[in-house]
Nanobody, 125 residues
Framework: HVQLVESGGGSVQAGGSLRLSCAAS????????MGWFRQAPGKEREGVAR????????YYADSVKGRFTISQDNPKNTVYLQMNSLKPEDTATYYC???????????????????WGQGTQVTVS
């Protein structure tokens, strides 16, 4: 049974930082695609950051590039999202997700992520 459990959300003032964690159980994160997505009320889900943990290759949405960093800790089977210089428009529920298949030279689409966490709320005021 695969579980992805996010933590680390909260309320912060603009310009502040948060680090989200995604702890996986029943699933090995060391060689897989992991992603962080977010959804604000009334808005579509947005892919924020992705990592292929086998190589460490990363991809960031333009809206967060230079401010957010996705990383992995294989011994802890955990993926992180360090969020700096937070803005009110970063307010959303953040989800981590895992895609189990191999996609070669492309990133998996959001609908190709097999497992999702329950989400953690980030509020920036």
């Amino acid at each position: 049974h695969v579980q992805l459990v996010e933590s680390g959300g909260g309320s912060v003032q603009a310009g502040g930082s948060l680090r989200l964690s995604c702890a996986a159980s029943g699933y090995i994160v060391s060689t897989t695609y992991m992603g962080w997505f977010r959804q604000a009320p009334g808005k579509e889900r947005e892919g924020v950051a992705r990592i292929y943990t086998g190589s460490g290759n990363t991809y960031y949405a333009d809206s967060v590039k230079g401010r957010f960093t996705i990383s992995q800790d294989n011994p802890k089977n955990t993926v992180y999202l360090q969020m700096n210089s937070l803005k009110p428009e970063d307010t959303a529920t953040y989800y981590c997700a895992a895609a189990a298949a191999w996609y070669g030279g492309r990133w998996p689409r959001p609908d190709e992520y097999n497992y999702w966490g329950q989400g953690t709320q980030v509020t920036v005021s």
